[in-house]
């Protein structure tokens, strides 16, 4: 699944094939994904000039003067640059052309949105899906005192905690796990328990879990700027997530494995207290 590096990174390689340069046309081939596609959004896009692109959470924001298109990769979605006329196969549903490029939208269990927001309708961080969304936390306004205030009174799990977005967005399953494991963390442990000084731990570690995605993701950028690319998802070398059983690779410990909520949580007993 894509999480917050792979959007970002998804970004990064798009944005110099997109900004500033005029939508030339939209194709749609199929209704919606998860939701229904815009009924108006050829007419919304067509003619005007993407300005800018950002992300909020997960979700990927093209900029117009008129309003800003979201696209969310749901479970397995991807975004890539290609030709104009490149043949369009099974999962590919959405086609934003600008001129002799377009970017296509491949999403083959067709979770992902594409949604529209008009300037007309106020802020995008307004936006339904967006306004009750956490900090970015790779921004000003993410850090060890937003972790403990906004946790005093939450009884339950940190990595349930982190997980819920509403706090931090984009320390999904697998960050979750790592940015625990990397602030000695046990991941039962109540969110309202943890000092400030283990969240500016765990504040760091998210941080750093972040970027380091993102920079090694920067490395496969040309994997999904053309028609052959790959699905732009990266694999890191993980130090719990996913290794149950094996030992720990910092104190040699076999790596736990528990469910929290329906979600598989990795730890290890000795390095997270
Ligand atoms: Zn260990």
Same mark, same amino acid.
């Given at each position: 699944m894509?999480?917050?590096?792979e959007v970002e990174v998804t970004r990064l390689g798009l944005a110099p094939h997109v900004e500033g340069?005029?939508?030339t046309d939209l194709v749609l081939r199929r209704e919606g994904l998860r939701w229904p596609f815009p009924s108006q959004l050829k007419d919304k896009i067509v003619g005007q000039r993407l300005q800018k692109t950002g992300r909020r959470?997960?979700?990927l924001l093209l900029h117009f003067a008129s309003g800003t298109v979201l696209i969310h990769l749901g479970m397995?979605?991807?975004l890539r640059v290609m030709p104009k006329g490149?043949?369009?196969q099974k999962h590919d549903h959405v *086609?934003?052309?600008f001129g002799k490029q377009l970017i296509r939208l491949t999403d083959p269990r067709r979770f992902g949105a594409v949604l529209w927001h008009d300037a007309a309708d106020g802020a995008i961080d307004e936006h339904l899906l967006l306004r009750n969304l956490g900090a970015e936390p790779l921004q000003d306004g993410f850090d060890a005192q937003l972790l403990f205030k906004k946790t005093r009174q939450r009884t339950a799990a940190i990595k349930q905690v982190l997980l819920?977005?509403?706090i931090v967005v984009g320390v999904g399953n697998i960050y979750a796990s790592e940015s625990l494991f990397q602030a000695g963390i046990n991941p039962k442990t109540a969110a309202y328990r943890i000092s400030l000084k283990r969240y500016q731990a765990l504040a760091l570690a998210i941080r750093q879990i972040l970027a380091a995605a993102i920079v090694q993701g920067g490395s496969t950028l040309k994997d999904f700027v053309g028609? *052959?690319?790959?699905?732009g998802y990266f694999q890191q070398n993980y130090f719990v997530y996913d290794r149950a059983g094996e030992p720990c690779r910092v104190c040699q410990g076999i790596i736990r494995h528990i469910k929290q909520g329906q979600r598989s949580s990795f730890y290890c007993v000795n390095c997270q207290k």
């Open positions: 894509p999480e917050l590096p340069f005029v939508v959470g997960k979700y397995s979605g991807n490149t043949p369009a *086609d934003i052309v819920a977005g509403d028609a *052959d690319g790959k699905t």
